[in-house]
């Protein structure tokens, strides 16, 4: 349920709302529009709730929200969400680009692709200190000596650290170095995991798995705003087919419905999606081109040798003539990288 403010609602109008809403027992969630302010009233209504909202002070209308999810939904706020993160802004008019290695492996691997991304004009960078690997024998991540190293890169280009957090109890360990906490395609339907970012003050990304469907992702974003962050940044990175050309399907039409049922900004994970370094352009490109609010790409200083995912890491060399293109794309779609 949303309770509509008046366009001219005071301040203590809407604390008193928000009061209301809590004192029947629901969670109040006040989002303030460049219009008017709108409070979602979220958790199980008792009868009568619709209309004993509707007669307070400052109130225009109470209406149903007909999505699943109900705080990422455009119901609630029509205009996009911004999410700022340090040196990385994605959902306004920049293109978000986050690039880096799959794992943090040594301080030079880092802090060279560290400087050679934002040389080519990146944002943030990524690289995992703690990697869910489909192997148990396959590298792990160095975990928080990684962390540190991911410190001394920030310390040392002024980039913002997106890092995977694998479990519920490493989050506040992660949330201590990272800008942007990224839940992984294997975790999305951790719920635990989902609620345990949801109460840091620190950006997430948050990967849609390889068999959830869109919806489900949604749902799993609401799980994150419901405990209070509201700086999510959605991602797509691939589907589970039959099809066996590239490592994951990559459906851009993802951010197509996205952005005509959320607020949230989406950000698309060609490398992962694709699985071929030489495919990494062209849906760097092509997901610009669809709408995507930021791009997450894999770059290695030496991908034959790389510990993770090398076969989808773009040299420093291939990741500055992507950039070179997708700048010319994004100028196309009024963007700018
Ligand atoms: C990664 O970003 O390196 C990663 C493990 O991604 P995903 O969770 O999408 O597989
Ligand atoms: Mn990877």
């Given amino acids: 349920m949303i309770v509509v403010m008046r366009a001219n609602a005071t301040e203590e109008q809407i604390s008193h709302m928000t009061a209301q809403v809590e004192g029947l027992g629901l969670r109040a969630h006040v989002i303030v529009g460049a219009e008017r302010t709108v409070i979602a009233a979220i958790g199980v209504k008792r009868d009568g709730t619709k209309e004993s909202l509707a007669i307070g002070d400052g109130v225009a209308d109470v209406v149903a929200i007909s999505a699943p999810y109900k705080v990422a939904s455009l119901e609630v706020k029509s205009e996009r969400t911004i999410v700022e993160a340090g040196s990385l802004q994605v959902g306004g008019e920049q293109v978000g680009m986050i690039a880096g290695p799959c794992s943090v492996e040594n301080e030079t691997q880092i802090i060279d692709t560290a400087r050679a991304i934002k040389k080519s004009g990146a944002h943030a960078l990524r690289g995992g200190a703690f990697k869910p690997r489909t192997s148990p024998y396959s590298f792990q991540g160095m975990k928080e000596e990684g962390l540190q190293l991911l410190e001394t890169a920030r310390d040392a280009t002024g980039l913002a650290i997106v890092t995977e957090v694998v479990a519920t109890e490493d989050v506040e360990l992660v949330a201590r170095y990272a800008d942007v906490l990224q839940v992984g395609a294997r975790n999305m339907q951790n719920y635990r995991l989902l609620e345990a970012v949801g109460t840091t003050d620190r950006a997430v990304l948050l990967k849609r798995g390889p068999s959830a469907t869109v919806d489900e992702l949604l749902l799993a974003a609401e799980y994150i705003l419901d405990r209070g962050n509201s700086r999510v940044i959605l991602c797509e990175r691939g589907i589970r087919t039959f099809e066996g050309h590239t490592r994951f399907t990559l459906p851009l039409a993802t951010v197509s419905y996205l952005h005509h049922k959320t607020h949230l900004p989406v950000v698309v994970d060609p490398s992962h999606g694709t699985g071929h370094a030489y495919m990494v ?57």
């Fill in 281 to 337: 352009a062209d849906m760097s490109a092509a997901a610009i081109a669809a709408g995507a609010d930021g791009l997450i790409i894999e770059v290695h200083p030496d991908p034959e040798n790389a510990l993770s995912d090398g076969y989808q890491s773009l040299t420093f060399n291939s990741f500055e003539q992507l950039m070179i293109r997708c700048r010319k794309i994004a100028d196309a779609v009024d963007r700018y990288l």
